[in-house]
């Protein structure tokens, strides 16, 4: 029963108190940039403050390849940072 | 009045403010991995860390106030229902989402007024506690009101859902605005908060939301009082009972 | 899928000079469709692990016996689902969403790990699963911070930070009882009885045996055998026993000097698999109460969704409207 679509998901940024710049540190799904923020800071920071935190849809992240480009990619690819799902999963897998 | 009734009263203030904090923190931390989605989850659970920390602050200085070498847990979990202090709407079973939502946004927006109005106090405990507890209702606030706006203009479902438990919930609200004896003399020493001072910042702050959530606001016709008075609803019995069976069936225990 | 400069031998080989070499792999680089589905596999069932580990401890939040101790043990359990998400979200830049890997759990497809599937039916059970399944997870996350899949180790890095602590918070709670009363000593000795060998199964079955384990060493996914990882936790786990005065449920357990390690009994596999393949003491509980929850929160999520158009639609009503005006 999948649902029609999804949450949106947003990738999440921090600098901690003390860092020079935002590291991604992962993402999550929410409802708004807001309440993107508003989890960040519960899920990403255990809301230690004076963390600075930035999020982004996904969607709009644009991101180069990497340096192996000329013989690792499609130079066609130009999808945005996560791999792209070519296929859909099939039946049960192996478990452990 | 002597120095030690203004003590009394001052000591029941106190743990009044505590045992708010204690059965809304309960009743929260039972959303732990039932929440709606993950991150959700995650947050209400915050939320309940919030409180249940409130509640050690307030029942910590209860038990100097009160001068018995009680600690915090002795307060928690060695008080039966008639002497837990906390109002109704606090100690009601956390429903659904909506329900949960619905009280949170009322509660927020009666902390954030309560405790701005708390930092005053003349007593420096409690004006240091609300001062650090302002920040986390403040944040509280944000969320509640914007899981109220969502729901109730979200779909006819949800709309249904939070309507209903406003429509549930209200009745509980109005002793949330009626001091007793002891808050009005603590008040008048600068001390307490007189909460009936806050009812109309309440009412147009609860006013807002529901119209932005396409929401009415409920009938003002019935009321349920009693929680100052440890007169409780049939919700907190249970909830007391889960939460202080280690203690009573393994008394005088470190753990 | 367009065109690459070298064919699928040649990038297959590059790929596994990668790995070899100790170089990440990340979102983007190109990789082969077993590796990536091994480790969604891998990572998603992780997850699924981290959340429906919330139940066993969770049960016990509301019953917890100080304030300090409620306060503690939601934090942890919260921290462990904060785990699953950052697994999650490493899993999902292999291109599975969410609800995918929801709806697999749901249907049997993806596991989590069994020991979840025992009951936690005292208080002391709470300890020990922070003192020992912390414990074991710790030994087996240290090695996988040296994964090959980058957001996967990245994951493991933070997780690491974190479950030190809660392991210290299950092992001081097992402390306070077994220098306790006697009724406490006997609750966490009981409850060590029930735990020791289900936490030793975490580490899944010897490694001959174990279809998957060969190609995920190949590629780095894994980074220790499953046996060499079950011998550690015992043996850091056996002197921790010995300072509490508690006394571990293997008579076959002792220390041999010549190996330098604790020889120990062997696994009741009977028992590893039927657990494994569904017929646990608490399997199918864990799953409803899931499914209860995904199922419950469906209108909220609904609601989201359904806000979030308005506002859009809105908003292009109110844009097109002022080029009109315009």
């Given at each position: 029963m999948k649902e029609t679509e999804q949450i949106p998901l947003y990738e999440v940024f921090v600098r901690s108190k003390r860092g020079l710049d935002h590291k991604h540190v992962g993402s999550l799904h929410a409802g708004s940039s807001e309440q993107a923020l508003e989890y960040a800071r519960d899920c990403y920071t255990r809301r230690s403050e004076g963390s600075s935190i930035w999020v982004v849809k996904s969607t709009d992240i644009v991101a180069s390849q990497s340096?192996?480009?000329?013989?690792?990619?499609?130079?066609?690819?130009?999808?945005?940072?996560r791999h792209a799902a070519h296929y859909v999963l099939p039946d049960p897998i192996n478990n452990m | 009045m002597t120095k030690n009734s203004g003590n009394e009263h001052l000591f029941r203030y106190v743990l009044a403010l505590g045992d708010d904090a204690m059965v809304l923190g309960q009743g929260l931390s039972d959303w732990c991995s039932r929440g709606p989605y993950l991150e959700e989850d995650l947050a209400l659970a915050n939320v309940a860390l919030d409180y249940l920390g409130r509640a050690r602050m307030f029942y910590d200085y209860a038990a100097q106030l009160e001068g018995k070498g009680r600690n915090e847990d002795d307060l928690a979990f060695f008080r039966d229902s008639r002497e837990y202090r906390n109002y109704l709407l606090h100690e009601l079973p956390h429903g659904d989402f909506a329900y949960t939502m619905a009280r949170q946004l009322m509660v927020d927006i009666y902390s954030v007024e309560y405790l701005t109005a708390l930092i005053?106090?003349?007593?420096e405990t409690l004006s240091a506690i609300a001062q650090r507890t302002l920040k986390e209702s403040q944040y509280h606030l944000r969320r509640s009101r914007t899981w109220v706006v969502r729901l109730g203009d979200g779909t006819e479902e949800s709309h249904r859902r939070i309507q209903t438990a406003f429509d549930e919930l209200w009745g509980y609200t109005h002793e949330l605005f009626e001091p007793d004896e002891g808050e009005k003399t603590l008040a008048a020493e600068g001390i307490a908060v007189d909460c009936s001072t806050i009812k109309d910042a309440w009412d147009r702050a609860v006013n807002g939301v529901l119209a932005e959530a396409t929401l009415t606001r409920p009938d003002e016709d019935w009321a349920v009082r009693g929680g100052r008075k440890g007169i409780h609803t049939e919700s907190l019995g249970p909830m007391l009972a889960e939460m202080q069976y280690m203690q009573r069936a393994y008394p005088g225990l470190e753990w | 899928m367009g065109n690459f400069n070298c064919d699928a031998a040649e990038l297959e080989r590059r790929f596994q000079q990668r790995v070899d070499d100790e170089l990440r792999i990340e979102p983007k680089d190109w990789m082969p469709e077993k590796y990536r589905k091994n480790l969604i596999r891998q990572i998603s069932q992780h997850a699924h692990s981290e959340v429906i580990g919330m139940q066993p401890e969770g049960c016990w939040i509301t019953r917890a016996p100080t304030l300090h101790r409620k306060i503690v043990l939601l934090a942890k359990v919260q921290d462990e689902g904060g785990h699953g998400l950052y697994l999650y979200s490493a899993a999902e830049t292999l291109g599975v969403s969410r609800d995918e890997m929801i709806e697999r759990l749901h249907n049997g497809s993806a596991k989590y790990a069994s020991i979840f599937n025992y009951p936690s039916i005292t208080w002391a059970d709470v300890g020990i699963i922070g003192w020992l399944v912390d414990g074991a997870a710790i030994v087996n996350q240290i090695t996988l911070q040296r994964t090959s899949y980058g957001p996967y180790a990245r994951a493991m890095v933070r997780v690491c930070k974190e479950e030190s602590f809660h392991q210290r918070q299950g092992y001081q709670s097992v402390m306070a009882l077994a220098f306790g009363s006697e009724e406490q000593k006997a609750m966490a000795q009981d409850a060590l009885d029930r735990w020791w060998w289900p936490s030793l199964m975490m580490f899944g079955p010897h490694d001959a045996e174990s279809a998957n384990s060969a190609q995920s060493m190949k590629w780095k996914i894994k980074r220790e055998s499953n046996d060499s990882l079950r011998q550690r936790f015992v043996d850091q786990t056996v002197p921790q026993a010995e300072y509490l005065g508690l006394r571990i449920p293997?008579?076959?357990l002792k220390w041999n000097e010549s190996r330098g390690h604790y020889d120990f009994g062997e696994i009741d596999w009977d028992e590893f698999n039927n657990v494994v393949q569904g017929n646990g003491p608490c399997n199918r509980q864990r799953l409803a109460h899931h499914v209860k929850a995904h199922e419950d929160g469906a209108w909220v999520r609904e609601a989201v969704k359904a806000y979030n158009e308005k506002q859009r639609a809105r908003a292009e009503a109110e844009a097109s409207a002022g080029q009109h005006a315009a």
């Open positions: 340096d192996d480009a000329s013989s690792f990619h499609d130079p066609m690819d130009d999808k945005p940072y | 005053k106090s003349s007593d | 293997d008579p076959e």
